[in-house]
């Protein structure tokens, strides 16, 4: 089972960087896809290098799909709204942030659940859906780390938020 994380044209990465590094510190294997393989230039400016092209990875092997925020308009296509329903109906964890709840929407999975488009609410943490405006990005990496038992336990847990959260001097 892999994480991936949907690369496109100005996505922001900074939404995204405190999920990626939860999961690489619990060793969890994470592939960075675009549509077409090719590398893209984030909101930040960054190059980020795909690991592959989305159409390589088979859903079934997806464990969490993470989509950042950013214009999506480069992700607007049947391509990626079948790949995200696919992972749902395989009953594993998307998580959207900023536009990428809008992807989600498009999709087609957020009809009949709470998301952030539904409930004014900046974080909504559903059964395999996971949506969250682009300033809760510590949020979202923790509600990313306890639907995936990324926590050793509560007192790892207390540990994270004290020190990505609430700023605390461990």
């Given at each position: 089972?892999?994480?991936?994380?949907?690369?496109?044209?100005?996505?922001?990465?900074?939404?995204?960087?405190?999920?990626?590094?939860?999961?690489?510190?619990?060793?969890?294997?994470?592939?960075?896809?675009?549509?077409?393989?090719?590398?893209?230039?984030?909101?930040?400016?960054?190059?980020?290098?795909?690991t592959c092209a989305l159409k390589e990875i088979d859903p079934d092997e997806v464990?969490?799909?993470?989509?950042?925020?950013?214009?999506?308009?480069?992700?607007?296509?049947?391509?990626?709204?079948?790949?995200?329903?696919?992972?749902?109906?395989?009953?594993?964890?998307?998580?959207?942030?900023?536009?990428?709840?809008?992807?989600?929407?498009?999709?087609?999975?957020?009809?009949?659940?709470?998301?952030?488009?539904?409930?004014?609410?900046?974080?909504?943490?559903?059964?395999?859906?996971?949506?969250?405006?682009?300033?809760?990005?510590?949020?979202?990496?923790?509600?990313?780390?306890?639907?995936?038992?990324?926590?050793?336990?509560?007192?790892?847990?207390?540990?994270?938020?004290?020190?990505?959260?609430?700023?605390?001097?461990?």
């Amino acid at each position: 089972m892999k994480t991936v994380v949907l690369l496109y044209e100005t996505c922001c990465i900074y939404e995204i960087v405190i999920t990626n590094y939860f999961l690489q510190c619990t060793g969890h294997e994470i592939v960075f896809a675009t549509i077409d393989g090719a590398p893209v230039k984030a909101q930040e400016q960054f190059s980020m290098n795909a690991t592959c092209a989305l159409k390589e990875i088979d859903p079934d092997e997806v464990e969490l799909l993470l989509i950042p925020g950013g214009d999506i308009s480069s992700i607007a296509n049947e391509e990626v709204y079948s790949f995200i329903r696919s992972v749902v109906d395989n009953k594993h964890l998307v998580a959207g942030i900023c536009n990428g709840v809008d992807e989600l929407d498009n999709a087609g999975i957020l009809k009949g659940i709470e998301s952030t488009h539904s409930v004014n609410e900046p974080l909504v943490v559903g059964e395999y859906v996971i949506t969250a405006r682009a300033n809760m990005y510590v949020d979202m990496a923790i509600a990313i780390g306890k639907k995936m038992k990324l926590f050793v336990d509560e007192a790892d847990l207390q540990e994270t938020i004290d020190f990505w959260k609430l700023h605390k001097t461990m």
